[in-house]
């Protein structure tokens, strides 16, 4: 309960910021990046995020193997190679990037397997005019619709045409309004939602402050730094 007050506390805050402003946030034009702390999760899509734990295993190289810990920019060390990037990436493809830069200087034909032996901060915040609002983990592959369903659906004098998504990248932060109606009739993108992420439900249900947030996002699925 604790996490979920100190959840809405910070989004309040952020739109009373955002409602005081006179010249209103930038859009932006350009496809959002992986937020800070990632991401939706399958065993075959797991993406790493900050703060994870891997298992390498490069085979018939025993001192290559070993657990490494994701630092907080996203990037592991490790042997020969120092610092490479991970964030982002899936397992099979750091595998892949592993496979090629060890491949070039140090071994023949290497065979690298990365396995996510731990990973952190895979939860959503759902709110607003919904029938169960909370904190909800992400235990697989996660889309908008059904976020709002595991969080019980809307509520009673939703407005289902308005539910904004918000993200933090690389410290910014950044907001989407989406007609949940459009994506049930396949008329819109049903957009992929990933840790961190906080979902509010428009509607009679909806703070005042939460509610002018709201109805300045323009339904254009653009993500607005605010």
């Known amino acids: 309960m604790r996490r979920y007050l100190s959840f809405t506390m910070l989004l309040l805050g952020a739109a009373f910021v955002w409602a005081c402003s006179t010249s209103g946030p930038p859009v932006s034009s350009e496809p959002l990046p992986i937020p800070d702390a990632t991401s939706s999760i399958t065993k075959s899509d797991l993406r790493i995020g900050p703060m994870d734990s891997l298992q390498i295993d490069v085979f018939g190289v025993s001192s290559l193997q070993g657990t490494y810990q994701v630092d907080f920019r996203g990037n592991l060390k490790l042997p020969l190679i120092d610092e490479v990037r991970g964030l982002g990436l899936t397992a099979s493809e750091l595998s892949y990037m592993l496979e090629e830069v060890y491949g070039e200087k140090y071994l023949q034909d290497p065979d690298v397997n990365v396995t996510i032996v731990e990973s952190v901060g895979r939860n959503v915040t759902v ?28 509520s009673k004098g939703a407005n289902t045409r308005k539910v904004a998504v918000f993200r933090q990248v690389n410290g910014e932060r950044f907001a989407a309004a989406f007609n949940l109606d459009a994506i049930r009739e396949g008329n819109a993108d049903d957009p992929e939602i990933y840790g961190n992420d906080i979902i509010v439900v428009d509607g009679s249900n909806v703070s005042e402050s939460y509610g002018e947030l709201l109805r300045s996002l323009p339904l254009i699925a653009l993500f607005m730094a605010f």
Do not use: F, M
């Open 127 to 154: 709110d607003g005019s919904i029938n169960s609002p909370g904190i909800y983990p992400i235990e697989g592959r996660l889309t908008l619709l059904q976020a709002v369903a595991q969080a019980g659906g809307p």
